[in-house]
């Protein structure tokens, strides 16, 4: 199905979806939020690995509000279209002066480049935006360890580890860029540095019952495993839902862009584990394997990233196991709108209930501007539409 023809048919989760982002744009404007304590979004830097989920918002509502697609906006719908677009351009330039100071910008350089300036490329055709995501993309390819065969994570200094040898499993989300770059350019190395930290990490990260670990470390000088550290997780050993939901989106991935069935057999494991761990719930606890005390702390961000995981899982797999994921994800999704939505409370933010692990607790049960952005983009493929981490490719949806 295409879009357009999906958008025709959307409902209350649709409209409600898009008049809220389209409501906080001009509050938001070309910032960077990250978590919506007490009910408004803080404003990060734009070397904040979160900053391009906002202007990736705005390139979705670009791209399929349904009034647009049905060319029905009025003279004021078109003003607000114009500074959403202003907006999105901002905030790419303002990531572009990150691209100047290497040592500033991580592994993230991924999403914040999927979702800004390679989506106004793919919606635009605008060269200056491809230019500034070729750049990202080097400055990616940049961080990979010849010896591990991983991309490096982390540029702080810890004393846990050494940064210098850490990847972990939200990496996984980040290959696109390179892949896109290879098709892009014709150079095949991205794609090669792709598939290279893709495999290190089906290694080194995923366990055999389909759980993940979140960070591990290696000896930066001679490739070799080190440890594992819990990062997220609860402890050792333990399955941070978030991660978990990395992982299963992330492996189909690049599935999608490489057709290598290697990758499709891991996400279908990893998602048979999340799945498993869900029960019937719509929201997972921050870990599922936290112990007792900590089971109220739930993480809505986990179900919103795994939705649209399943959704784009759905796309490489059989017609009944294609039904059986898209029936689960329309599940997450209505019951994220239903039970944890904003629409009543009159706060910023699309989807509360969000977790970001910290020792002091301080962050829970609050809008994510990540689970923000997967939620609409789930609702956008579950309308018939694509998200914005496949770019470059035709799907067969």
């Given at each position: 199905m295409n879009a357009a023809a999906g958008m025709q048919s959307s409902g209350e989760i649709w409209t409600w979806t898009m008049d809220t982002i389209r409501a906080q744009a001009p509050v938001i404007r070309d910032h960077f939020p990250h978590i919506a304590q007490h009910g408004r979004y803080d404003r990060c830097t734009p070397e904040w690995w979160t900053a391009g989920f906002w202007p990736g918002l705005l390139w979705l509502v670009q791209r399929y509000d349904i009034r647009k697609l049905m060319r029905t906006l009025d003279q004021q719908q078109i003003e607000q279209n114009q500074s959403l677009l202003r907006w999105a351009r901002s905030c790419e330039q303002q990531l572009e002066r990150c691209l100047h100071h290497p040592e500033q910008v991580d592994h993230n350089l991924g999403l914040s480049w999927l979702l800004s300036g390679v989506a106004n490329y793919e919606q635009t055709g605008d060269l200056e935006a491809r230019r500034r995501s070729l750049l990202a993309a080097n400055l990616l390819a940049g961080r990979f360890n010849v010896r591990g065969g991983y991309l490096r994570a982390w540029n702080f200094e810890s004393a846990l580890m050494d940064t210098r040898g850490v990847t972990?499993?939200?990496?996984?989300?980040?290959?696109?860029?390179?892949?896109?770059?290879?098709?892009?350019?014709?150079?095949?190395?991205?794609?090669?540095?792709?598939?290279?930290?893709a495999d290190t990490v089906a290694r080194e990260l995923v366990r055999q019952d389909g759980s993940v670990c979140h960070v591990v470390e290696f000896d930066h000088n001679t490739g070799q495993r080190q440890r594992e550290h819990a990062g997220h997780a609860h402890h050792v050993g333990s399955a941070w839902?978030?991660?978990?939901?990395?992982?299963?989106?992330?492996?189909?991935?690049?599935?999608?862009?490489?057709?290598?069935?290697?990758?499709?057999?891991?996400?279908?494991?990893?998602?048979?584990?999340?799945?498993?761990?869900?029960?019937?719930?719509?929201?997972?606890?921050?870990?599922?394997?936290?112990?007792?005390?900590?089971?109220?702390?739930?993480?809505?961000?986990?179900?919103?990233?795994?939705?649209?995981?399943?959704?784009?899982?759905?796309?490489?797999?059989?017609?009944?196991?294609?039904r059986r994921l898209q029936r689960i994800a329309s599940i997450w999704i209505d019951g994220l709108y239903e039970q944890y939505s904003t629409r009543h409370a009159g706060e910023e933010g699309l989807i509360t209930g969000g977790y970001v692990p910290d020792m002091e607790q301080r962050h829970t049960q609050m809008p994510i501007i990540y689970g923000d952005y997967f939620f609409t983009e789930a609702l956008v493929k579950l309308h018939g539409g694509q998200g914005l981490l496949t770019p470059g490719l035709q799907l067969h949806t």
């Open positions: 972990v499993i939200d990496s996984l989300m980040n290959l696109p860029l390179l892949y896109w770059a290879s098709l892009q350019t014709g150079d095949p190395r991205y794609r090669a540095l792709a598939m290279a930290h839902a978030r991660g978990t939901a990395w992982a299963l989106y992330g492996f189909t991935l690049s599935y999608a862009y490489t057709a290598k069935t290697r990758y499709l057999e891991l996400a279908r494991r990893i998602a048979d584990f999340f799945l498993e761990q869900m029960e019937e719930r719509i929201v997972p606890c921050w870990d599922f394997r936290a112990p007792a005390e900590q089971q109220h702390l739930s993480d809505s961000s986990a179900t919103a990233i795994a939705a649209s995981g399943l959704l784009e899982l759905s796309n490489y797999v059989i017609k009944s196991e294609r």
